[in-house]
């Protein structure tokens, strides 16, 4: 620093001084001067660069690197499951430097974790500002207005990751989330046939494809993706989510063997809620199995004792109820 003071920075400001003098002069410059001017004055800032000058940017470059290491020390708590410590050290870390984009971003997921949906869609509004606008977190921001019910945001984000990088899957499977949100299910269809073509093992996008199959009375498209679905996985491994959305199209099909053998596959993996507790008992009773299906209507109203559409199935049941046979026999699915 010393030999900055005394040598080097006061001969730029000597090539300086005397370069603004003529210009404030006019006096004539030579053209071959001002390249002489120029190469001395880019060497000397390579000399100050080189030199004990460079302790002016050292502050900063330690900032860096902290706050990475803050961060990093965050993702190893994120690991361990530790979300409050994670999210201390990813404050400290932007607090270090602000301009530290992965932080930012690890930040808002635990912010999401932890309830506080609006202050991690601002943090991660800004990572994706300091990425300049990476489209994975594009659309990791989307996901976060789609879920607050913020359709046009959601929108916009898939549309801006589509035009940054058209071949990424996930910015077509939000814009088809947001197309089935809207009620609009031919183009999310679209939508997430297009994120299948590039990439075909896409769990959440074809479980959606199949749903969407479902909503529009076709359940023998909806059972070629599910099959699709489950052929990646090895057969004591499918997601109880897709067994069970494969009981539902076997329902729709009249298949009621079939389907009260896959929702009670899928509850036995764990897929246990009312609603399809008593798509199992009313598949129960369609295939014939009455007193199945009272045990799974008992145990449905156990859960939940105001759920309607279970007492009136029990009171069919309790009523033997004649038409069930015929229904059966024709293939009239009953919802």
């Known amino acids: 620093m010393i030999g900055c003071r005394r040598g080097l920075l006061p001969m730029l400001r000597h090539e300086y001084v005397a370069y603004g003098w003529r210009q404030k002069t006019s006096l004539p410059y030579p053209r071959e001067s001002r390249y002489v001017w120029a190469v001395r004055f880019l060497l000397l800032c390579g000399i100050l660069l080189g030199t004990g000058c460079r302790s002016f940017v050292r502050p900063e470059i330690e900032d860096v690197v902290q706050s990475r290491q803050l961060s990093l020390s965050g993702m190893h708590a994120m690991h361990r499951g530790e979300w409050r410590e994670a999210e201390s050290m990813f404050t400290r870390a932007i607090e270090t430097s602000a301009t530290n984009q992965r932080a930012r971003c690890c930040y808002a997921e635990a912010l999401w974790r932890r309830g506080a949906t609006q202050e991690a869609i601002v943090q991660m509004q800004e990572s994706v500002r300091l990425s300049g606008g990476d489209p994975a977190l594009r659309v990791r921001l989307g996901e976060m207005h789609l879920a607050e019910r913020e359709l046009d945001a959601a929108a916009r984000q898939a549309t801006e990751a589509i035009r940054q990088n058209p071949r990424l899957p996930s910015s077509w499977a939000l814009r088809g989330d947001v197309l089935a949100q809207r009620n609009q299910p031919e183009a999310a269809l679209a939508s997430y046939h297009r994120a299948l073509s590039y990439q075909p093992h896409f769990p959440r996008v074809q479980l959606a494809t ?107 049941l309790d009523l033997g109820d004649v038409q069930v046979v015929a229904q059966r026999d024709q293939g009239m699915p009953q919802r």
């Open 210 to 316: 199949a749903e969407i199959h479902r909503q529009l009375h076709q359940p023998q498209r909806a059972l070629v993706a599910l099959h699709a679905l489950e052929d990646a996985y090895r057969p004591s491994e499918v997601p109880g989510n897709v067994v069970a959305m494969r009981g539902l199209a076997y329902k729709d099909l009249g298949r009621y063997h079939d389907a009260s053998v896959s929702l009670a596959q899928a509850v036995n993996l764990g897929v246990v809620n009312v609603d399809l507790m008593y798509q199992l008992g009313e598949a129960q009773m369609l295939a014939g199995r009455p007193h199945d299906a009272r045990l799974t209507i008992l145990q449905t109203l156990r859960a939940d004792p105001e759920h309607a559409p279970s007492h009136q199935l029990l009171s069919r």
